[in-house]
Nanobody, 114 residues
Framework: VQLQASGGGLVEAGESLKLSCTAS????????MAWHRQLPGQERQLVAR???????DYADFVKGRFTISRDDGKNAVYLQMNGLKPEDTGVYYC?????????WGKGTQVTVSS
């Protein structure tokens, strides 16, 4: 399983970005997908996750600003990020969980200037 994330970039505070992540390989139904991030000098943290049924869960620091969604036809997961803040700056990673295995994509950098 390979994951390819894209959509990061440099934006000003208050602006939006949409991250995309496409999975390829032996993808099975019933997988769960998520976005994590690693801020400078910090450990990786969960941002949002979505189950195979479409149930979602968000970290408190993004509730009301970020929206996770998925398109199973494309084996893709998205993260719409609105109201970005400088403290959202970091590397964002997508991951896929299936059969108790966790797969990670290479991160995409998000930089928010004040």
């Amino acid at each position: 399983v390979q994951l390819q994330a894209s959509g990061g970039g440099l934006v000003e505070a208050g602006e939006s970005l949409k991250l995309s992540c496409t999975a390829s390989g032996n993808i099975v139904r019933g997988n769960h997908m998520a976005w994590h991030r690693q801020l400078p000098g910090q450990e990786r943290q969960l941002v949002a996750r979505i189950t195979s049924f479409g149930a979602t869960d968000y970290a408190d620091f993004v509730k009301g600003r970020f929206t996770i969604s998925r398109d199973d036809g494309k084996n893709a997961v998205y993260l719409q990020m609105n109201g970005l803040k400088p403290e959202d700056t970091g590397v964002y990673y997508c991951n896929l969980n299936q059969y108790n295995e966790r797969y990670w994509g290479k991160g995409t950098q998000v930089t928010v200037s004040s």
